[in-house]
Every structure is written in C-alpha cells, then in structure tokens.
Antibody
Framework: EVQLVESGGGLVQPGRSLRLSCAASGFIFEDYAMHWVRQVPGKGLEWVSGISWSSGSIDYADSVKGRFTISRDNVKNSLYLQMNSLKIEDTALYYC??????????????WGRGTLVTVSS | DIQMTQSPSSVSASVGDRVTITCRASQGIGSWLAWYQQKPGKAPNLLIYAASSLQSGVPSRFSGSGSGTDFTLTITSLQPEDFATYYCQQANSFPCSFGQGTKLEIK
C-alpha cells in the first residue's frame, strides 16, 4: 500500500525540541522530493520545509528557518523534521507530503494522516 | 511572497449542482497552480495540477482552468462525497502558498 505514516508528535513546552519522523512505503522513496506541511486544526495549510531526492536542495519557510531541520534517509525510506526552540505558534498538525518530482516541483500528491504537535507550558 | 485569495470562503449547493470556486494570485504564476480537496479529519487530496491537469483517479466532474493570476475550479453535477473544503496552491515561486480555503456545504 502506498502510504506515509508520521510519528513523533506530542505535547512539548516552549523552547524545547521535538523530532518528527515519516515512514514511506509502497513507492520508490528515493525518486521523489518530500515536504512537511502543517495545519492548525480548523485553519489553513502552511508549507514548512522541503527536501529533494538527494538532499541536495533544502528549503524552509521563514517562520521556521534556523529552528527546524529537515532530513531524509533513502535507505530507511524515512523523512525527518528536527524542531528546536519550539514556539506556541508551531502548534499544528504536521503532514508528511510527497512531491510529484525528484526536485522541489511543489505539487503534493500523497499525504500522511499527520502528527499533532502541541507547544504549551 | 505570493498571496493566494479564494472566493467565496464558503458556498452552499445541492447534489447535482454545478459549482465554481475562484482563486486569485497576487502576481502572475503562469499555470503553476494546484487544487486540493480536504474532508473533515482527513489529509488534503490533490485534484488538479498545472492549473488544468486532472490527477490520476480524480473524477472527470472536476476541472480547472486559468493562467496568470486568475484560476477556477469547477465541479459539475455535485455528488454527496464532494462536500468538503477546497484549497488552491501556487507552485510557481518560493515559498509555495495556499489559499485560505473554500468550504462547500450541502444546501
């Protein structure tokens, strides 16, 4: 089955860190760029970060630049998001998302179910 | 950054109706536009890419058009499963950006 399964979300205090993981299956993971997109429950969608197939191209939204780090392991078919210095406004459902291309083509054709990150004291 | 504005924010329609949702970009994006459908409690699903290309597996009652700054998503003969929230997204310039969403409700 073609799917993405996120894990690692939870409740964390402001200023602390969290690492999200995404396990991919059912497709050739190393052939595609990958992204993280977040959504505050009941609100709209916000792109967070993207990584090309080889990790040679990486981008971040200004809102997370310098605090979040995206990475991937093509052997383990996994995508990661290291989130440091978390802020209350980072609270959201984080989706692992597959790009349609090997580079950052910015069309998202497969989404996981999401993992909820809650930043609160 | 490019701002994407959808209209209306919500629309009520009946099964069998034809519905059109509009998306406007704050600057020209060519045909670099996608449409997504999101049902409550579910992840978004890609419907249309490159403004008018139908994603594999998506019913043909969904269609997209437009280029530059103005785009439309049209759903002909609404089905019960089409009631959801729809988002447009520009893929032309970094960072990609989404519209605020249009909620399609049953009349």
């Amino acid at each position: 089955e073609v799917q993405l399964v996120e894990s690692g979300g939870g409740l964390v205090q402001p200023g602390r860190s969290l690492r999200l993981s995404c396990a991919a299956s059912g497709f050739i993971f190393e052939d595609y760029a990958m992204h993280w997109v977040r959504q505050v429950p009941g609100k709209g969608l916000e792109w967070v970060s993207g990584i090309s197939w080889s990790s040679g191209s990486i981008d971040y939204a200004d809102s997370v630049k310098g605090r979040f780090t995206i990475s991937r392991d093509n052997v383990k078919n996994s995508l990661y998001l290291q989130m440091n210095s978390l802020k209350i406004e980072d609270t959201a459902l984080y989706y692992c998302v597959k790009d349609t291309g090997v580079t950052l083509d910015w069309y998202f054709d497969l989404w996981g179910r999401g993992t909820l990150v809650t930043v609160s004291s | 950054d490019i701002q994407m504005t959808q209209s209306p924010s919500s629309v009520s329609a009946s099964v069998g109706d034809r519905v059109t949702i509009t998306c406007r970009a704050s600057q020209g994006i060519g045909s670099w536009l996608a449409w997504y459908q999101q049902k409550p409690g579910k992840a978004p699903n890609l419907l249309i890419y490159a403004a008018s290309s139908l994603q594999s597996g998506v019913p043909s009652r969904f269609s997209g058009s437009g280029s530059g700054t103005d785009f439309t998503l049209t759903i002909t003969s609404l089905q019960p499963e089409d009631f959801a929230t729809y988002y447009c997204q520009q893929a032309n310039s970094f960072p990609c950006s989404f519209g605020q969403g249009t909620k399609l409700e049953i009349k």
